[in-house]
């Protein structure tokens, strides 16, 4: 079975400092890990994309995450927040091997960035 | 390139109505995810359409039913809605089922009174 634990319900950054956002799974088989950002009232954008190729994924706008594979873990992080990642951010699972497999969703952490 | 479209964009219901949702892929796109995220949690996975049949399920009651067109574009059915069926339903398009990114269209957010 597949599962995924975003850790902090909330997270709250000074602009200009790093963002870390974290993310563990459980996976029967070797996942496929996605980050998606979701703004106020606006559908989901997918940030970055893991499918087992280089373990440091770079996405869209700076962000980044590193699959981890002894830690279960696929943490997003950015050098500097802008008042502009504000935003409610999902980390997926996709053990995607049948079409049985289903696409999990975290259950969410809100990114606040103070002036 | 038109991305996934969702139509209506808010509807307002009362209990016990039936309702339809629809959405239409992002071009090149074959397979069709529905999923319902309430307010302040992550999306939950409802059902997935590929040519024309539901392939995956989620947990949700056989109120909720769908279709998929030929021409890709699908539908989400409620029935007998409840209380507890306000949310926003997502559609989400992918080229095929398996390990691919799925891409979102803006939502169709129900309230039910």
């Known amino acids: 079975a597949q599962s995924v634990t975003q850790l902090d319900s909330h997270v709250s950054v000074s602009e200009g400092t790093p963002v870390l956002l974290r993310c563990n799974y459980s996976?029967?088989?070797?996942?496929?890990l996605f980050w998606y950002v979701q703004h106020p009232n606006k559908g989901l954008q997918l940030l970055l994309k893991?499918?087992?190729?280089?373990?440091l994924v770079k996405g869209i706008n700076g962000f980044e995450a590193e699959f981890k594979k002894s830690e279960t873990s696929f943490h997003l992080t950015k050098p500097s927040a802008h008042m502009s990642d504000a935003a409610e951010y999902f980390c997926?699972?996709?053990?995607?091997?049948?079409?049985?497999?289903?696409?999990?969703f975290g259950s969410g952490t809100r990114l606040s960035i103070r002036p | 390139d038109a991305g996934v479209t969702q139509s209506p964009t808010h509807l307002i219901k009362t209990r016990g109505q039936q309702v339809t949702l629809r959405c239409s892929p992002k071009?090149?796109?074959?397979?069709v995810s529905w999923y319902q995220q309430a307010l302040g949690q992550g999306p939950q996975f409802i059902f997935q359409?590929?040519?024309?049949?539901?392939?995956q399920r989620g947990n949700f009651p056989d109120r909720f039913s769908g279709h998929q067109f030929p021409n890709y574009s699908s539908e989400l059915n409620v029935n007998a809605l409840l209380l507890g069926d306000s949310a926003l339903y997502l559609c989400?398009?992918?080229?095929?089922?398996?390990?691919?990114?799925?891409?979102f269209g803006p939502g169709t957010r129900l309230l039910v009174l």
């Open positions: 893991y499918t087992s190729a280089a373990t």
């Open positions: 989400a398009s992918s080229l095929g089922q398996i390990r691919k990114t799925q891409y």
């Open positions: 996976s029967s088989y070797s996942p496929s």
């Open positions: 071009s090149g796109h074959d397979t």
């Open positions: 997926v699972v996709s053990d995607g091997y049948s079409s049985a497999s289903k696409i999990i």
């Open positions: 359409y590929y040519e024309e049949e539901e392939r």
